[in-house]
């Protein structure tokens, strides 16, 4: 029912307008149903993401005088989100490829893997 | 047998080498280089070897005395050899040739080569062996003296008188009218025992040169700046050459200086001197040489200025002037300053050749030097620091959003180990992470690289232990959820 009145509605309003809410309705009800720990991945690499574009901002503004600080900052924010994107894969049930691999080996492999980038990421600090 | 050896003696001597001075030397033919001798090895063994053989045979060896006096007059005519066995050569053939039985050399030496007529020196000659002992009686004639072009002078011999106490021949020579200059003096040698003309041998004539110096008069000096044309008007100032002057003169380049003056030895002849100059030197150390001719009057010497303005480089300004007259027969050589000149030139054209650069100072290199300045990098701009922080907080804020989402989301601890076993694992693993962390902060701050990967082998080694120990643990709490 709430579908016909969202098409009655459909017909007086313009087109496009009415699709944008639409998708991103559909959007947001699909995303509802995934996992939480897939949700909790998926806000960590906003948050990295989010973080890189500060640190991009903050060179816009100041200009990259100590470049090897700017660089290694913006990588280990990248490369923690890349890591966290790996791990979501390998955790995620519908994936098939992944299907035998337990999920605390995955979780194992990006805790390491991101100490290893850490490691590296504080050597290029400078 | 003897004899056979005298004749081999003569026939030796008779391949004996000469130089034009009266020496005489044997020398071998070069063969080789490490077996040639040279000539003062080869000599002083002829040496050795005749005079040893003439001590001991009975009768005379038909050896010329020249050839004898060459041989000595060699020796001696070498100096201090640079080597010990040919010094040692020279004074043992010296030593040999001092009294031997064939003829024993007399040498002619003059002891003082230079003569000046201004303290009336007395010409001495000594007549010695080769080491300076007494000659038998003897006379000494002067015979002939022979002027630099080899001009005779005068030919009458004149006998030196003998002094016994200073065993030296000696002859006044004033009455000759020796002018000053270089003479070469021939003498002639006679022994007043004639039995002594088989034992000694003096070589007849020797010629000797010597140099007669004197007081050179200087008068009628005069300098002065006349016009263009000859023999107008001119301002003339004496000059006393015998002594310093500072005459001011001052000219332009249509102008000419004039300095004359004449030279005359103690025997009133002119006198030609080996150097004449006058130098100019310019304020800025530019300095111009002139040589004065000198003609059978005088000397002088005329600087058409007109001619000489682009040798002097277009410079104008204050010359000093500088006389010098100078020469090895000449007792009172001079170098004097006459004074200055300004000398007032017309302006260089474009084209006109610059003055050469005059010498540094070699010593300048050696003292302090100029301070160079280091002009340090300039450092990079840096942001204020209000901005860092701002920024730094802006960092930190989606660090706080990322927890806010996380308790929206609804995080629980519940799926930590409740058993004491695991739940200590589970802190373990916990805490060594934070370790890591902490690591790293210590690395960034101070640590270096190697000290921060030691640390991370022990925490790491930890970390997998205890890692495996809680994730195992937890993959079969979940495996045993899924089947129950």
């Known amino acids: 029912s709430s579908k016909r009145s969202e098409g009655a509605r459909f017909v007086r309003m313009p087109k496009a307008d009415g699709d944008a809410k639409l ?104 | 047998m003897i004899g056979v050896v005298k004749n081999d003696i003569v026939k030796l001597f008779g391949t004996i080498k000469s130089y034009d001075d009266g020496t005489f030397y044997f020398d071998e033919k070069y063969v080789d280089g490490s077996e040639y001798k040279g000539p003062i090895t080869t000599s002083a063994s002829v040496v050795r070897g005749v005079t040893s053989f003439a001590n001991v045979v009975s009768g005379k060896l038909n050896i010329p005395g020249e050839k004898i006096l060459g041989l000595a007059k060699f020796f001696l005519g070498i100096g201090l050899p640079g080597s010990a066995k040919d010094c040692f050569n020279q004074i043992e053939s010296l030593s040999l040739l001092e009294n031997n039985r064939i003829f024993v050399p007399l040498i002619l030496s003059l002891p003082s080569k230079v003569l000046s007529l201004t303290s009336k020196d007395q010409l001495k000659v000594e007549v010695t062996t080769v080491f300076g002992s007494a000659a038998p009686p003897l006379r000494v004639n002067l015979v002939q003296v022979l002027g630099s072009d080899s001009k005779i002078i005068t030919t009458d011999s004149k006998e030196l008188q003998f002094d ?83 005459v001011s003169l001052s000219a332009n380049h249509l102008q000419k200086l004039r300095l004359s003056f004449q030279l005359s030895t103690p025997l009133g002849r002119t006198f030609k001197p080996h150097q004449v100059f006058l130098k100019l030197k310019h304020e800025s150390k530019v300095e111009h040489l002139f040589v004065v001719p000198g003609s059978a009057r005088q000397f002088k010497i005329v600087l058409d200025f007109l001619g000489l303005v682009e040798k002097f480089y277009y410079l104008s300004g204050t010359y000093d002037l500088e006389l010098s007259v100078g020469d090895a027969s000449m007792e009172n050589s001079f170098l004097r300053a006459l004074g200055q000149l300004e000398l007032d030139l017309p302006e260089a054209p474009e084209k006109a050749p610059r003055p050469p650069a ?84 210590l690395f960034w701050v101070k640590l270096d690289l190697f000290t921060t990967l030691k640390y991370l082998s022990f925490l790491g080694v930890f970390l997998v232990f205890v890692g495996h120990r809680t994730l195992s643990h937890l993959s079969n709490t979940t495996a045993k959820q899924k089947t129950a």
């Open chain 1, 23 to 126: 998708l991103i309705q559909s959007l947001n009800k699909a995303y509802a149903a995934t996992p939480t720990n897939l949700k909790i991945i998926d806000l960590y690499v906003f948050f990295a993401m989010v973080t890189a574009l500060v640190q991009v901002g903050y060179m816009g503004v100041v200009g990259s005088f100590p470049f090897n600080s700017f660089l290694s900052g913006v990588l280990s924010c990248i490369g923690t989100a890349v890591l966290a994107v790996c791990l979501r894969i390998q955790v995620n049930k519908d994936n098939k490829e992944f299907k035998d691999l337990p999920p605390e080996r995955a979780f194992a492999d990006f805790v390491l893997c991101n100490l290893v980038l850490h490691l590296v990421i504080i050597n290029f600090l400078g």
């Open chain 2, 164 to 246: 016994l106490d200073n065993n030296v021949h000696y002859l006044d020579i004033t009455p000759l009218k020796i002018d000053v200059g270089k003479y070469s003096l021939v003498f002639e040698i006679t022994l007043q025992d004639s039995e002594h003309e088989t034992v000694y041998t003096t070589g007849g004539r020797n010629t000797e040169s010597v140099v007669v110096t004197g007081l050179i008069k200087v008068d009628k000096a005069e300098i002065g700046i006349s016009e263009n044309d000859a023999g107008s008007a001119e301002s003339v100032e004496k000059l006393d050459l015998l002594k310093d002057t500072k």
């Open chain 2, 358 to 441: 005059q010498a540094v100072d070699p010593l300048a290199k050696f003292r302090p030097q100029k301070e160079i300045e280091h002009i340090f990098r300039v450092p990079e701009k840096r942001p204020l620091q209000e901005v860092s922080l701002a920024f730094t907080g802006l960092t930190l804020l989606p660090f706080i959003g990322f927890l806010i989402g996380l308790m929206r989301l609804g995080v629980n601890l519940k799926n930590f180990p409740s058993l004491p076993g695991p739940a200590a694992f589970a802190s373990l693993f916990h805490a060594g992470i934070a370790a890591v962390l902490l690591l790293y902060v």
